[in-house]
């Protein structure tokens, strides 16, 4: 027998199905360039869930996201060449494939380290697949890659939301509803614990990397396609993890929808001062700005300002513990 809904799950479901209703029809209302910008949100909220599930829900600084952002871009930017002319949909399992591939496989090492090791490690890892990039020619080195241009913002826009709202719904049923995500989330807690439990973690976290990686490579692919030119600097630097980084503190670290509100804030300011100032450094000091106000200030993020937000699980500071 299906269980009575509570007021506020019924009122979370209100909510999410009103939001994907506003968002359906926005696309009418808005001018082109209102348009890219929103399409920006949700690439990034979708990118911050990615790196939520290794940072907030196993509880593992990762540095090295750009590396698998790149690796969806450059697979479809190269399969997508005059010479292969592969479909553009029938790159994103393949980018895919070869991103889960890469995360298993120095997942398997990497994850038995702790700490600003981890971290360290696969910040690593990310600067030496850009030097890579740079000196390869299959992908174009310091000149890029052009992708063949369709300019349909529709598109674009659509293809986005829709791979969004997969992943947080998709998150949120795995994360908070199977073995997988309790599994998880024990060995974020405490994980001596867990493995006393019997729980083989490093199994459960590379698992859980390869599905952070999976995900942020379907975004990399979408984004080279939608912005059609791609160089190793704009699709593997170290500011696209930052950012991330910096929209799931925001938001509320190892939450379902803190992300998605993290990314929201951050974009909308970034977009703001490209608009009011150009493309300037001074995006980057922000940045630290907010990660100084969110340790201080706000440490389970503004989804613990609004009603039913969770508030004092602690997990910032334990994270912050572990560098």
Not at 31 to 52: E, F, K, Q
Not at 252 to 277: C, D, H, K, M, Q
Request: aromatic content about 12%.
């Amino acid at each position: 027998m299906v269980s009575k809904l509570s007021r506020p799950q019924l009122a979370s479901l209100l909510a999410l199905f009103a939001g994907m209703v506003v968002l359906a029809v926005l696309p009418a209302y808005i001018d082109p360039y209102s348009l890219r910008i929103v399409t920006g949100v949700l690439m990034w909220a979708g990118l911050a869930c990615a790196w939520n599930i290794v940072g907030g829900y196993a509880g593992y600084i990762s540095f090295g996201h750009s590396a698998f952002f790149g690796i969806g871009a450059y697979v479809t930017g190269i399969l997508m060449q005059r010479d292969l002319g592969i479909p553009f949909l029938a790159t994103l399992p393949l980018g895919i494939l070869v991103a889960v591939g890469v995360a298993a496989a120095i997942g398997g090492p990497t994850m038995r380290l702790r700490g600003a090791y981890f971290a360290i490690a696969t910040w690593a890892f990310a600067e030496m697949l850009m030097q890579m990039a740079i000196v390869l020619d299959i992908t174009g080195g310091t000149a890029g890659l052009s992708l063949p241009a369709y300019l349909n913002e529709f598109f674009f826009y659509y293809t986005m939301l829709i791979v969004a709202l997969g992943v947080y719904l998709g998150t949120w049923y795995l994360l908070e509803r199977t073995r997988f995500g309790y599994r998880l989330k024990a060995l974020r807690d405490h994980e001596p614990a867990a493995e006393a439990m019997g729980i083989h973690t490093t199994r459960v976290k590379v698992q859980a990397f390869a599905l952070s990686a999976g995900i942020t490579s379907l975004f990399g692919s979408i984004y080279a396609y939608w912005v059609t030119f791609i160089d190793p600097r704009s699709v593997m630097g170290p500011e696209i993890t930052d950012q991330m980084v910096v929209m799931v503190l925001l938001g509320g670290l190892g939450t379902v929808w803190g992300p998605a509100l993290g990314a929201t804030v951050l974009w909308l300011i970034n977009r703001y001062i490209w608009s009011e100032l150009g493309d300037t450094a001074i995006y980057l000091p922000i940045l630290g700005l907010i990660i100084a106000l969110i340790v201080l200030f706000l440490p389970n993020g503004l989804i613990s300002l609004l009603p039913g937000g969770r508030r004092g699980h602690g997990l910032l500071g334990r994270l912050l513990r572990k560098l």
